[in-house]
């Protein structure tokens, strides 16, 4: 659940200020993945919060049962991956990473660009190939939250793994701190049409 007092750019329908996100903890095609229902609300009409998480269905699929864990939000600056550059931007970049000594191995494309793991809004990460996703009234749809396997690996947690937590091998507890898995080590995007007065939400996974 993500409130508009903490999402300060999150885009709200009018009279919303609360983001909910639930899922069913079991594969559904055709990513085979958990299927998600988003709900746009009203805080007063969430009510109290539960101080005990509900029993989950035997059935549940274990690898989509987050671990218990505190969420600690943090604006970031990232730019666009290397896909949603122009070419002659892309080659410059190559030229420019050639071009200075660099033994630490720092780059754009790995450390500079989309930011990996879970995050609400910004440039999206794809795992593989991008894909362009629509509404169903052919909207070109925006990236509103990713909900990510692994928060980095151990080439990128040089620049994105935090500070107070960061290691020179990026120790398994850290890049997986909900112990959730999606497909293979993948993420599963959720996308917001912005020209739909009700803001419309569709849903895609990659895995590595």
């Known amino acids: 659940m993500l409130f508009a007092r903490d999402v300060p750019d999150l885009p709200f329908p009018d009279e919303a200020d609360t983001l909910q996100v639930l899922w069913c903890p079991l594969d559904h095609e055709p990513y085979f993945q958990p299927h998600t229902i988003v709900r746009w609300r009203g805080a007063e009409a969430v009510g109290s919060l539960l101080i005990d998480a509900p029993t989950p269905d035997p059935d549940s699929d274990d690898s989509y049962l987050p671990m218990a864990c505190v969420l600690s939000p943090?604006?970031?600056?990232?730019?666009?991956?290397?896909?949603?550059?122009?070419?002659?931007?892309?080659?410059?970049?190559w030229a420019w990473e050639d071009g200075f000594p660099n033994p630490d191995g720092w780059g754009y494309f790995s450390h500079l660009s989309s930011a990996p793991g879970s995050k609400v809004g910004g440039w999206v990460s794809w795992i593989q190939d991008p894909e362009q996703v629509e509404c169903s009234k052919s909207h070109e749809m925006a990236h509103l939250l990713t909900i990510a396997s692994r928060e980095f690996d151990i080439e990128n947690g040089k620049r994105w793994a935090p500070i107070e937590e960061r290691s020179p091998h990026a120790p398994l507890e850290i890049q997986e701190p909900t112990d959730l898995m999606i497909q293979d080590a993948g993420s599963l995007y959720l996308f917001v049409c912005l020209k739909c007065p009700d803001l419309p939400v569709n849903s895609l996974s990659q895995g590595s």
Not at 75 to 91: I, K, T
């Open 74 to 93: 943090e604006r970031v600056e990232e730019y666009p991956a290397g896909w949603g550059l122009p070419a002659e931007l892309r080659q410059r970049i």
